[in-house]
């Protein structure tokens, strides 16, 4: 196997920890934002508020999803923007997913 297919293997695995290891909580989820349909999800792992009352929530949420891409792309040797993408990529199988 070729470089690019153990980094692919190594995102996958990546993705499932990701979902698996839920963000710390903030006032309101990413889970509630998007059931509330106030916040959508964009394809590179990050949120964009669709109602601007939301938007600090959102600020956070994305400050905090940037930290754990960072780490796990300085440990997976990739970069971040596969990481959420990577990520962006799993969120379409949760509860109330909601793209942009």
């Known amino acids: 196997m ?7 293997i190594a995102l996958a695995a990546l993705a499932g920890f990701l979902l698996a290891s839920p963000l710390p909580a903030t006032a309101q989820s990413a889970e509630q934002l ?4 106030q916040a959508c999800e964009l394809p590179n792992g990050f949120m964009r508020a669709i109602d601007n009352s939301v938007r600090d929530a959102v600020e956070r949420i994305n400050a905090e999803r940037r930290r754990v891409y960072e780490e796990q792309a300085k440990s997976e040797g990739v970069s971040v923007e ?11 199988s949760q509860p109330h997913y909601r793209p942009c």
């Open 34 to 37: 998007r059931a509330e349909k």
């Open 2 to 8: 070729g470089r690019s297919g153990s980094r692919m």
């Open 82 to 92: 596969a990481v959420g993408q990577v990520y962006a990529r799993q969120l379409r």
